[in-house]
């Protein structure tokens, strides 16, 4: 009953109502929308740094991560890593030497990891494949093909089939070198980590730096779903009790942290939306009360009880508040359910995400947390809008707001 | 009686509705002048980071050293060149530098290393070198010692005193080789930095390379940011192929693409707040209209002009305004001197993500006057949009209904 008069009530002035319903349904619509697409960008570039990068676990000698040095290499890598293949959930391994060295083409160098890769169990674990802009992927070149990024390949004035040396300290602290020859150029949405990530044949690399046969530093593991990470981090720590495993959270908290910031700083995004439009609620419910004196001194003046008098103002608010808040919600979800399909084009700025590993092409993505959390805001906003008018409304003396005009 | 008087008196007429008018245009001031001072003080927090650091504001440099950076396209600077720029006007110091990739080797492990001779007093004037030095001393003129990173020097195991080889490619093919005693050991508020930078002085640089005289870059500072275009325009009167000048926004085009799509974020999310803000007002314009059409229809029955009237309507629109945007100004303005004086410190994973922006780890805040006139220009748009309401209402005002009503 007192619903249906306080939504009544709402549409006897419509044009004012309507100006705070499209006030409301815009600033949710876009902080909606925008929040999808903030999250949109946080979630593709996560994605990226386990697909490309990280991958979702790393094995590695305890002492690797911290010294880099070429010494700590886990002995019979390559046989732990098919026996990680076996496990439950286990997608792809990949086993790898990595070795810090200088690359130089004819004029320039410059300094990156190397990273010695069996070609094809690498391309069960990253994606860099999906990322060939030139050439193939350490093949076509029949002795030393490398990979390098487009980035680099710029950087040293390289093209496909360029011949650059690589210079490293081997097991015996001897500095060696050897020619390669560019078998392809890569180029994923993480510039930086182009710039320093160069791909060689196992084999070459393990000749190279006079490793024993089977050592490896770096073993990455894909599981088929992120949720199995902790599970097979338990399994692989089973297999070799010795060796640091760690997942990709372990190994870049600041990820996982820019995620949770960024979503703590939309919402204070929709509070700050919601407290913008608390002011307008606020003026018109003042003025509806205003102008409804005389009938509410009435209201009251037949015994309506003050508490029923204070609940339908609050429920007309809530529901004026409501009203925009829906609509601005639907309408944030289909627009962003849109770009979830399509993509919204930021190449204009695509030197500078990528250089920060941001994909310029970005898919909205709705959580749906964020739909129930805005729903309780909104209504919380309509709530703490309705205190201050229905307690003037309350206050109101029945005889004195019975003469008003 | 003069309208502006007019129009004051009749705002104050119902108070609680021009004060809760006035507070959210307040508050929408306050909290685009708080954002955008946050993002216009990181902005130059980045800029200064590579700009003071490393780059300087403008540099000389071979014609192809840019695209191609190798010790061959270096350039020799002439005493009266060098002169002529040091007496532009608003050039506050240059210092001449000779950088190049060389691998560094102590005793047991060798890495890669950007290796960069320099005058040490002219690059403490640039870059304020020497305050970054964490253990031993800075370099003088003509010394034959060396500064390094402070991860780098970790990585390498070596301290002060200690003695490392530096391993490259000279001018014109030859190889470069040296030994030289650590000198120094620095660190920068930028990790990438202290991973891969050793400092020596020009003229042992010069001999390693055997590249005399040479030098492949002059850094050229301003006092700031304002004072570059001006300094540019002079330096390109003097500069001729094959030499040529670059100012930090071309050398650093990832940086500017990445400050331009976060100003663009920033200014959709004020737009947002704005318009929110806009309806708040209009909202506010409604309310006043309605309640008075019958005032304002017996003033123009007696025979005020319809002009005059809608005069004291817009004046009383931008009296509400102006005591928004007037508290607001001044509040912004306290907060973010505050703030300017008091940068908020991050840590923890929080500073993690930062630095791997490459930023240091504070919230740095500007008081740069567009910040504050920004504000009062886009409040002076919304005041003349919505003003359109009651202008063009009274206009069609028909006295007699009005009268009646």
Known sequence: MLIAISWRNIWRNKLRSLVVIIAITLGIMAGVFSTAFMKGMMVQRLETAIRSEISNLQVHDSLFRITGELKYFIPKGMALAGSIDTLEHVRGTAPRIIVQAMISSAEAGSGVSVLGIEPEREKKVTDIIDHLEEGQYLEGVRRNPILISRKLADKLNLHLRSRVVLTLQDLDRNLTADAFRVAGIYRTTNTSYDEVHVFVRYDDLLRLTALPDGAVHEIAVRTDDDRFTPAVQQAIRHLAPRLEVLTWEQISPELRYIVAAMDQYMYLFIAIILLALLFGIINTMLMVILERRKEIGMLLAIGMSRLRVFGMILLETVMLTMAGGIVGIVGGILVSKYFEVHYIDLSMFGKGLEQWGYNSLVHTRIDPALVVTVTLMVIFTGIVAALYPAWKAIRYDPAEALRTE | ?405
Request: aromatic share 10%.
């Open chain 2, 1 to 405: 009686m003069k309208s502006p008087v007019i129009a004051w008196r009749n705002i104050w007429r119902n108070k609680r509705r021009t004060l809760i008018t006035a507070a959210s245009v307040f508050f929408g001031v306050i909290f685009a002048a708080v954002m955008s001072s946050m993002q216009e003080g990181s902005y130059s927090k980045m800029i200064d980071n590579v700009v003071k650091f490393y780059s300087g504001y403008l540099q000389v440099q071979q014609e192809d050293y840019w695209e191609n950076k190798t010790i061959n396209n270096t350039f020799v600077l002439s005493d009266s060149l060098s002169g002529a720029i040091a007496r532009i006007p608003g050039v506050t110091a240059t210092a001449p530098r000779l950088e190049s990739f060389a691998l560094a080797s102590s005793d047991e492990l060798t890495k890669g290393a950007v290796v960069i001779g320099i005058d040490p007093e002219a690059e403490h004037r640039v870059t304020n070198l020497e305050r970054w030095i964490i253990r031993g001393r800075y370099l003088h003129p003509g010394d034959s010692g060396i500064l390094m990173g402070d991860e780098l020097a970790s990585y390498l195991h070596v301290d002060v005193g200690d003695t490392l080889v530096l391993l490259g490619m000279g001018y014109h093919g030859v190889s470069a080789a040296g030994k030289y005693p650590v000198a120094g050991i620095f660190r920068y508020p930028m990790p990438q930095f202290n991973r891969q930078f050793i400092y020596l002085d020009l003229k042992q640089a010069q001999e390693l390379y055997w590249a005399p005289h040479r030098i492949t870059s002059l850094v050229v500072m301003v006092r700031d940011h304002y004072q570059m275009p001006a300094a540019r325009q002079a330096l390109d009167t003097l500069i001729h192929p094959p030499l040529r000048v670059m100012s930090w926004d071309e050398m650093q085009p990832e940086l500017v693409q990445l400050i331009a799509s976060d100003r663009l974020g920033g200014k959709i999310f004020k737009a947002i707040l704005y318009v929110i803000i806009a309806f708040g007002i209009l909202g506010t314009v409604i309310m006043m209209f309605a309640e008075r059409r019958r005032e304002l229809a017996v003033m123009i029955a007696i025979g005020t002009q319809k002009r005059l009237l809608a005069w004291i309507l817009f004046l009383e629109i931008v009296f509400i305004a102006l005591l928004g945007v007037i508290t607001g100004l001044a509040g912004s303005v306290a907060v973010n001197t505050w703030f300017y004086h008091h940068p908020i410190r991050v840590a923890g994973e929080a500073a993690k993500a930062f630095t791997d922006m490459g930023i240091e780890p504070v919230y740095a805040f500007s008081l740069m006057p567009s910040v504050f006139y920004n504000q009062v220009i886009t409040v002076f748009i919304l005041v003349m949009l919505v003003s359109l309401y009651p202008m063009i209402k009274t206009a069609c005002l028909k006295v007699p209904q009005a009268l009646r009503g």
